[in-house]
């Protein structure tokens, strides 16, 4: 297996020429699907049986949800690269992730609390899935609180590097909560082996959703790579070629 | 419509969520520029001092 390709990814100009091609196919992507998710949520699925209209509130909720495991996953992965092998750009990748994981996991909170309401009669409940998802909203501060607090950009990254890794531990526990506790959160609609809850009509608007979610985020953590890239290179002459050129 | 928009009376829990999530992905897509204009900035106060040398 020829892994050349994935290494070329680690050399910064390689990769802002490669994020600069594929972030707005991404992005175009993205908002195709989102688009197919909101009319397929919104318009076309019939009401819940038991919840009613509220249950829509599951296309943006769900999505929201699985990226902030998602995102924390990658950056903690980032953060065993930089940690093992102090690759740069993994570094930038750590940088970026943080901010876009942690908006995402405050709106998987905030549009729970808004399900919660009507659903639950309550905003928040010290429950286990909620609580380990607060943690875990902590955690990405903390590793965004911790890289700025340094000002050596090489120490910053590693010591944040370190907070993701070890912070990863609350990720499986954040999945899981709803099956080792007795929970008020419901259990998973979709698994990957089992069948789904959800019928086809719910569940593929869902599918848009949270795969157009999913690629916007990527774009927008390679668009923040690519400036933390420039700025860390800026001496360098594919820098100078780069930026010069007539689109950044 | 109006019975669509009020989604069976909870219309302010439901829009509420979308508007949140559209507000994040607004912010991302701002951020992101933003971060791009900044380090422009930085990369540029640079070379002026490199070719004012």
Aim: net charge neutral; proline share 4%; charged share 15%.
């Amino acid at each position: 297996m020829n892994w050349t390709w994935f290494h070329k990814l680690s050399s910064p100009p390689h990769f802002h020429r490669f994020a600069r091609r594929w972030t707005p196919w991404m992005e175009c992507a993205a908002a195709a699907l989102v688009v197919y998710g909101l009319i397929g949520g919104l318009i076309l699925a019939p009401p819940d049986y038991q919840q009613g209209e509220v249950y829509r509130i599951i296309y943006v909720h769900v999505p929201a949800a699985w990226l902030s495991l998602a995102l924390y996953s990658g950056m903690a992965v980032a953060g065993l690269i930089v940690l093992i092998w102090r690759v740069k750009l993994a570094e930038c990748a750590l940088i970026s992730i943080a901010p876009v994981g942690a908006s995402f996991t405050a709106l998987a909170l905030a549009t729970g609390m808004l399900w919660g309401k009507p659903t639950w009669g309550a905003y928040w409940v010290w429950d286990a899935r909620l609580t380990s998802e607060l943690v875990l909203l902590f955690l990405y501060l903390g590793v965004i609180a911790l890289h700025g607090a340094m000002s050596e950009p090489r120490a910053a990254a590693r010591a944040a590097a370190l907070l993701a890794v070890v912070g990863w531990v609350n990720v499986p526990i954040v999945r899981y909560s709803v099956d080792w506790w007795n929970s008020l959160h419901q259990t998973s609609s979709i698994t990957l082996l089992g069948k789904p809850t959800l019928d086809a009509s719910m569940l593929w608007p869902l599918f848009g959703m949270a795969l157009g979610l999913t690629l916007f985020s990527a774009a927008n953590v390679m668009r923040r790579m690519q400036a933390e890239n420039v700025r860390r290179n800026a001496r360098q002459r594919w820098v100078r070629e780069q930026l010069e050129a007539p689109h950044v | 419509m109006s019975e669509w928009l009020a989604m069976g009376g909870h219309a302010v829990f439901v829009w509420s969520s979308f508007g949140l999530a559209a507000a994040t992905v607004l912010w991302n897509i701002w951020a992101a520029r933003a971060w791009m204009r900044h380090a422009r900035d930085e990369i540029t106060e640079i070379w002026d001092e490199d070719d004012g040398a």
